[in-house]
T-cell receptor, first 113, second 113 residues
């Protein structure tokens, strides 16, 4: 596709459940980022991939959060034992390489009830 | 640790006015700075990317400047239109640690017809 695609656009889950959020970056973009955004705030960094490897995962809040990018394209953000505080919009972005503009998807709105 | 602030938090102007949005960052060691626009319920759209060696970038009615040594950037919007109403965010990419972009909280702009 022409842009970054994120699925699902909305996800409602119960506290304690496991969720997976998917990101399809722009074709050929080697860098992929996950961010989390709460209402009225700027995006908060979670993890950055360069190719298949996580080059920087310093933003992951705890070990319930994990992300993969096995073939250097699609990435999945996985959240175990969800908590109400995990509710936010999860944004994915990609770029051709580290110093190029970031291109964002429309995000997945996660609501934990 | 890099911190990014944006002033004002919100701005309301009549159509046709020229306006300036401000972005400040605490650490001048950056690769680049990027300005984004975010419409409600949407992801971020890249507007302008300024590399650390550049002083300004222009795109249509938008002009972004960068003063790296003083830790400041401004986004100038000429002849504002109601369609410019959105939240504008700036983000910096540090050059001395991490690979992620650090975002400001954004300025919410309303252009009144």
């Amino acid at each position: 596709g022409a842009g970054v695609s994120q699925t699902p656009s909305n996800k409602v889950t119960e506290k304690g459940k496991y969720v997976e959020l998917r990101c399809d970056p722009i074709s050929g973009h080697t860098a992929l980022y996950w961010y989390r955004q709460s209402l009225g705030q700027g995006p908060e960094f979670l993890i950055y991939f360069q190719g298949t490897g996580a080059a920087d995962d310093s933003g992951l809040p705890n070990d319930r959060f994990f992300a993969v990018r096995p073939e250097g394209s699609v990435s999945t953000l996985k959240i175990q034992r969800t908590e109400r505080g995990d509710s936010a919009v999860y944004l994915c972005a990609s770029s051709r390489e580290g110093n190029s503009p970031l291109h964002f998807g429309n995000g997945t709105r996660l609501t934990v009830t | 640790k890099q911190e990014v602030t944006q002033i004002p938090a919100a701005l309301s102007v009549p159509e046709g006015e020229n306006l300036v949005l401000n972005c400040s960052f605490t650490d001048s060691a950056i690769y680049n700075l990027q300005w984004f626009r975010q419409d409600p319920g949407k992801g971020l759209t890249s507007l302008l990317l300024i590399q650390s060696s550049q002083r300004e970038q222009t795109s249509g009615r938008l002009n972004a400047s960068l003063d790296k040594s003083s830790g400041r950037s401004t986004l100038y919007i000429a002849a504002s239109q109601p369609g410019d109403s959105a939240t504008y965010l700036c983000a910096v990419r540090p050059s001395n640690y991490g690979q992620n972009f650090v975002f400001g909280p954004g300025t919410r702009l309303s252009v009144l017809p």
